[in-house]
Each structure stands twice: as structure tokens, then as C-alpha cells.
T-cell receptor
């Protein structure tokens, strides 16, 4: 069964360092998302991406964040200069098509720990 | 952003009991989805609902899309220990993000 895969599963980084979180969405999906979840809290929207551009972003997704789809399969989230409060689980999700079934499938997540 | 409120926030039930949880929104959605999340894992899709009034089952799970399009509920019948986890509702409008509820934590006591 197709699935969304994320790497790494766990990343520890020093405050101020750049991190890149990687995702391979389901191959025939067109919409891609990043969400984050601080331990014990709800799942928060960061950004959605369609047709090679950001379609929506939240106030969390500030200038320190960027997304890219560098080739036909990968979808990355970059945090330029990490802060302690960026520590969270980051989930990638993909969804097939506008107007079609709206089932978003999530990856297993990357646990980011900023020290 | 849109607020989705789930209730109850947590539930402690005996194995074999039925469970009911719901989700309400201040705005309408075209799609309601229910996810289950195990500790340290990503949300796993359980049920998707596409029409107001729709009632859909997936094994012991049954979910309904409210008539007003602003609410949904999820029932789990005859709970078992592996039902333990956090259940999230999510609402979607075409072309928009998926808005997540606050979650219901379920504990099943054997």
C-alpha cells in the first residue's frame, strides 16, 4: 500500500543550526503539507504546497521556514536557524486532488529536538 | 484559523464498552476525517466522510457527517485494548488545509 515516508525519524540539532526534513509523498498525489505537533498538543498546520508553490501557510511558518519540491518525488521542509521552541514532531502529508477525495495521508513523522 | 473542538478531551473505559466522541466547528466543511494517533507515530486515517448526513462504518468504527456540516461524531463499539490512542477529527474545505481538532485521548482498561 502506498505510504508517505519521512526521514530522518529523529533529528537532534543545536540551536541556530539549519535542518532539512525530508518527505516522499504518495506518488500520484498533488497536494503536500507539513504539520507539526508539540509533545502532547494538537496537530498544527504549517504549510500546503500545490503546483510547485505554496498555496497556504500559517503564522507559524515565518521567514525561518521554507519548503521545496526539488525533484519529482521529494518534498522538504527547511528551518534556517532553529530555536528551542521548534522542537516538535513534524509530519508530512499528501492528498490526491482538488475536488476529488480529500483523504490526507500522513508520514510517521520526524522528531526534531533542538538543544 | 478555524477552531475544531473535540469532546470529551479524554476517556477511560472498560474493555468491551462502546465509545462515542464528537467534533464541532464554527465553520462548515466539505469533508470530515477521523484519525487515530499512537504515541510517537503519525496520524492514521480511519474514516472519511463527504456528504452531510453520511454515516460510514469501518469495522467497529462508525462516523457521521453532521447535517449542519459543522460537526461529526465517531463511535467505537466493543472497545479492545488496541483502541488506545488519541483520536483526532479533521475538517477540510476544497483546496484548503486540513484543520485538526483538539483530540480525544482514549484509554481502555482490560
Amino acid at each position: 500500500e502506498p505510504e508517505v515516508t519521512q526521514t530522518p525519524s529523529h533529528q537532534v540539532t543545536q540551536m541556530g543550526q539549519e535542518v532539512i526534513l525530508r518527505c516522499v509523498p504518495i506518488s500520484n498525489h498533488l497536494y503536500f503539507y507539513w504539520y507539526r505537533q508539540i509533545l502532547g498538543q494538537k496537530v498544527e498546520f504549517l504549510v500546503s504546497f500545490y503546483n510547485n508553490e505554496i498555496s497556504e501557510k500559517s503564522e507559524i511558518f515565518d521567514d525561518q521556514f521554507s519548503v521545496e519540491r526539488p525533484d519529482g518525488s521529494n518534498f522538504t521542509l527547511k528551518i534556517r536557524s532553529t530555536k528551542l521552541e521548534d522542537s516538535a514532531m513534524y509530519f508530512c502529508a499528501s492528498h490526491r486532488a482538488r475536488g476529488g477525495t480529500a483523504e490526507a495521508f500522513f508520514g510517521q513523522g520526524t522528531r526534531l529536538t533542538v538543544v | 484559523g478555524q477552531q475544531l473542538n473535540q469532546s470529551p478531551q479524554s476517556m477511560f473505559i472498560q474493555e468491551g464498552e462502546d465509545v462515542s466522541m464528537n467534533c464541532t466547528s464554527s465553520s462548515i466543511f466539505n469533508t470530515w476525517l477521523w484519525y487515530k494517533q499512537d504515541p510517537g507515530e503519525g496520524p492514521v486515517l480511519l474514516i472519511a466522510l463527504y456528504k452531510a448526513g453520511e454515516l460510514t462504518s469501518n469495522g467497529r468504527l462508525t462516523a457521521q457527517f453532521g447535517i449542519t456540516r459543522k460537526d461529526s461524531f465517531l463511535n467505537i463499539s466493543a472497545s479492545i485494548p488496541s483502541d488506545v490512542g488519541i483520536y483526532f477529527c479533521a475538517g477540510h474545505l476544497t483546496g484548503n488545509q486540513f484543520y485538526f481538532g483538539t483530540g480525544t485521548s482514549l484509554t481502555v482498561i482490560p
